[in-house]
């Protein structure tokens, strides 16, 4: 062997800089305004880019504002990038200008700016981007529906994305088998049944947009031989818009030889004898051409595994478990259903299928002609855009899986006629109530199919889809001076609390993963309650609510998580205190307190019930006496409604907190009713939470009859009342008790003198919801209001909400205490987390509808409609390519410093939000009657309200002067049917509409 000489080389000290979007980097935008400064004075119009990744040349566009990426769109185009290259070589910038109409190029080599003149063929490609640029975000339509090419530009992860939800109202358990689905702008996408098992897959990866594996809900058409069509990527010259609308979608394109294409994409509602869960998709297929089409539709799909989870341990054990599948009959009289077997018998509760027929012009169903069910054989040496094997699919039954389709469907179409393709994902179950057979398989395929076979029926079908959803929103329908909010508050937040109410947060978008049913999500109900009993399902949302009771432990504490199962008993402290404000909503609604009288399960005890009653009173028992710390305030555990403010790491989960509370007595250390000992931190906003759930208790008892709770929680209230006190610290109240020694040396977190803000300038680490539930509970007297208000306008607002928090070191009192490990402005460290956000919006009507200080209260309500107003879905639109979003849906947070609305889509916003605006509109319930009682814009002069609610159908007109008005200060005349009445309006029943009129002067 020769040895190989080593080279003595020096090492050299090489030094580098760190660049990160938050440190270091230069903001492309300010630096082109730098370099032509002569031209243009500021970044806010004007979109750039480096030309290298060493940031010394750039190009950028100055157009007309909202910005928009349109440099990255020019420099695509490969005409105009050799023009932007020859022009500019390596080294000098460029900077283009002008509208619509007329654009001009400057360069800058050196210190030296000059024109450059633009060939006649550039000009037209810049002042046609530049015009088609305005309109890359689409539309929002005076329905609600949101229009738009989805080959422009994306301006953010969520906004091109849709939700569907099916409707299980009526058959067993309808929040844990109510199907849901995810569409992006070309139909891409997954769905699940129940609970989270997947029917068309979800795809997991680092990019959250691919919500679902590509395939999903595609097609191809195939003509004379050759692939002339995809639905994901069709001819650049088609006219392709997608009209995202409540609860289904539709894309529509024109193809340039004269084909026209629609799709309809919904969730079937569920009827008797209909497997659990059926996804649809209509495609229509128009000849508007001269010459007969003879065409083949190919369909595709990913069906999910049974176990995701499996996928991370051996992906190879999923697939060989999987054993691809068609039911056809043996006359091929009907057409063939594709539906996976699964080996194992833990896999065989559940079965996804797809059903696709062809309706010629007459209305006759033809099934497949032709199926693949190999995704590696499909594609071959091509793409997915382009597949290899899309022409002759090889009708082979693969030895294994992943679950893929390819159905090849005959569409023959003459010169103005049109056929339709009805395409069906579903899941057969065990949950629709009886063991998966093969005979129970073939007869639930036979059922679908035999409905199928009817073109009418899956039209039928579409057609019940939307006009539910009218219906769903006709409980609450406004009408005011801001179109925006109209759409928002009659279409789209109806819309995601209805959704929610069924998903929580387990499914949309990024939300991909298996969370389950969150308890505190309780929430949503708040919010659809008026919407469920409108729709007739007085009963259903009643047992919505039992379902959750039926999540307490007899101790008090409750399940965190649940499907079929509750999770994490105990581990988070909150979750049972919101299940007063949902009883006491739904009393206030429907006038019903025989709800707490029923009887619901008890938690981890098979078999036995106890009333609802009974379940809050152990809740408070729980909370209020047992599970406190040394201050009086329920402890914090793992976390509250904040989930990574974990103060004590783990804590003590309930199951092992009763053991050793049971322990101290047994040792003689307390006696039973004590308080458990611990050094634990307390939550101040569960204090709070548990005042509200006090006084609902009082209200519950005196329904009742029950004096002896009735007095024991009245008296409770003054020693709470005192204990909430103690948690101000003399700006603000604090967020927290600490009871450990830490770092920092202090007792409490939040307010002045607690030693862990990280802003210098600030005194203190400063909370929302310390604000929020302060006031929303009553504690907070007029004054602390007054200086809390005052805090919150200087140290948490921004020009996108409210902050969660002011800089605080979490360090300082757990090394990891979760808010600390994101940057500030993300998520729970100080971000505008919406959901709080519009509790804080709630809080500030609250307070100015009630405090005593004119001016403060005009304060207050102006905070609380500016924090609505930018918090909205619809602000996205005033700069969609920096605030994203979606224009839709609320989505979880915006950070101030990026000024992006942050997914996930589903949250507490919704709700909350809607609430909100509900409340400054002045619609009140309180034990099944309705109260009046606006707090509007002072720039409004009239809105309109109409209600369908036990109580009776109304519509409520207000009208004031343009300026700030409340009842408290001058009390409106209200009139109803021309009578004059008092703020709560008289009980009409199920009668015509009432005419209410309320008038300020």
Known sequence: MIPIPLINMPMKTIQ???????????????????RFAQLCSSPQGVDALFLAADGRQVLGCSGPEPRRPVVRALLNDPTLYRFFRETLGDEADGLIQGDQKQVRFHKRLGSVVEEVSIPEKIQTLLARTMRQAQHWEGTLLDNGDHAFDPRTPAPGTHFRANLLIGDRAGFSSPLMTTPKALVDEWGRGSSRSHADKQILATRWDVVPEENGFPANRQFYLIEDGRQIFYSAMPDPKAKVTTRHS??????????????????????????????????????????????????????????????????????????????????QTSDRSAPLVVCPRYSQGWCQEDYPFNLSLVYRPDGTAVGPKAFCLDYRKFVGNGTLERPQNVLCLDNVYAKKGPAFFALALPCVIEPGEMVECHSFNGSVSRHEGQAITQDYLAERMSGMTSLALNREWGRNALQKVQSFQDSYCSAVQVETPDQNVNRLVNVHLPFQIRYQTYASRSFALTQKGFRKIGFREIQDLFAALPFEVAAGRQDHIRDLIGLWAGHVHRFGYANHQFY?????????????????????????????????????????????????????????????????????????????????????????????????????????????????????????????????????????????????????????????????????????????????PNAASTSYLGGQGDNLSADPNLPGSYFLNSFSWAVLSGVATEEQIRIMFDRIEKILLTPYGLRLASPTKYNLIMPHCGSGDYLYGDRENGAVFKHATMMAASALMQAARTVSDSTLASKLADMGWK?????????????????????????????PATEEHIGPLLSGTAPWMWMTYLSMLGVLFKEGKVTVDPILPADWKKSTVRLQVPAGQYCIRIEKPKRFVRSVAKAPYVMLNGQATGAELPQTGKGAEAQVTVRFV
């Open 246 to 327: 409540a609860n289904h979608t539709v894309i529509s394109y024109q193809l340039p030889d004269g084909l026209k294409i629609e799709r309809t994409i919904f969730i079937v509602p569920a009827e008797p004898g209909l497997p659990l869960a059926v996804e649809a998709q209509i495609i229509t297929l128009s000849n508007t051409g001269d010459k007969k089409r003879d065409l083949q539709l190919v369909a595709t799909g990913m069906f999910g595994c049974p176990f995701p989870d499996a996928l991370v341990v051996d992906v190879i054990y999923t697939c060989v478990t999987i054993e691809p599948r068609v039911f």
């Open 564 to 740: 079929w199962a509750g999770f994490e008993a105990g581990r988070y402290s909150d979750d049972a205190l919101w299940l007063f404000q949902a009883v006491g909503r739904y009393i206030d609604l429907t006038g019903d307190f025989s709800v707490l009288d029923r009887e619901w399960p008890v938690a981890g005890e098979d078999g036995q019930t106890r009333p609802l009653f009974e379940t809050l009173q152990a809740i408070l028992h729980y909370s209020g006496r047992v599970s406190i710390g040394k201050n009086g305030m329920p402890l914090i555990d793992h976390a509250d409604w904040n989930d990574t403010l974990n103060l004590d790491g783990e804590g003590i989960h309930g199951p092992e907190k009763e053991k050793l509370y049971k322990q101290q007595i047994a040792e003689g250390k307390i006696k039973d009713g004590d308080a458990f000992i611990s050094d634990l931190s307390e939550s101040v906003m569960n204090g709070f939470l548990l005042e509200i759930a006090r006084a609902y208790m009082v209200r519950f008892a005196h329904m009742k009859g029950r004096t002896d709770r009735e007095t024991e929680w009245t008296e409770f209230g003054k020693i709470l009342h005192e204990r909430l006190q103690k948690a101000w610290k003399g700006d603000f109240f604090a967020r927290a008790f600490l009871n450990r």
């Open 16 to 34: 580098f800089n760190s660049k990160t979007l938050r440190s270091g980097s230069a903001d492309t935008s300010a630096v082109c305004v730098e």
């Open 867 to 895: 924090v609505l107003q930018v918090t909205a879905p619809f602000k996205t639109f005033e700069d969609p390519y920096r605030l994203a979003g979606n224009p839709r849906f609320c989505t979880q947070y915006t950070n």
